[in-house]
């Protein structure tokens, strides 16, 4: 099991911008993945964004664009850059982590991102 602690959650504007963080216990270059999903009140978690060890990262249609992930694998810190926010963004935030065959994910504390004027 892999802890993951998140940082950086808040409240901003509509059109602000946040970074997320997440601090793995473990390399980070040793998993399969590593990335961020989301939930609302009321529904379910979705994925944000996937960063794969390989290179290739995918993103919910909805933030293409506006949110960047990326990682230093040397800190074991993985980061989502979230511009343009808007308030159908504001959610618990979750870093998650794919270790193991088959891949099995571990999940942070999750920060809460509020937009709202």
């Known amino acids: 099991q892999v802890q993951l602690v998140e940082s950086g959650g808040g409240l901003v504007q509509p059109g602000g911008s946040l970074r997320l963080s997440c601090a793995a216990s473990?390399?980070?270059?040793?998993?399969?993945?590593m990335g961020w999903y989301r939930q609302a009140p009321g529904k379910q978690r979705d994925l944000v964004a996937l960063?794969?060890?390989?290179?290739?990262?995918d993103y919910a249609d909805s933030v293409k664009g506006r949110f960047t992930a990326s990682r230093d694998n040397a800190k074991n810190t993985v980061y989502l850059q979230m511009h343009s926010l808007k308030p159908e963004d504001t959610a618990v935030y979750y870093c998650?982590?794919?270790?193991?065959?088959?891949?099995?994910?571990?999940w942070g504390q999750g920060t809460q991102v509020t937009v709202s004027s």
């Open positions: 960063s794969y060890t390989g290179g290739m990262t």
């Open positions: 998650t982590a794919l270790t193991g065959v088959p891949p099995r994910p571990s």
């Open positions: 473990v390399s980070i270059v040793s998993t399969t993945g």
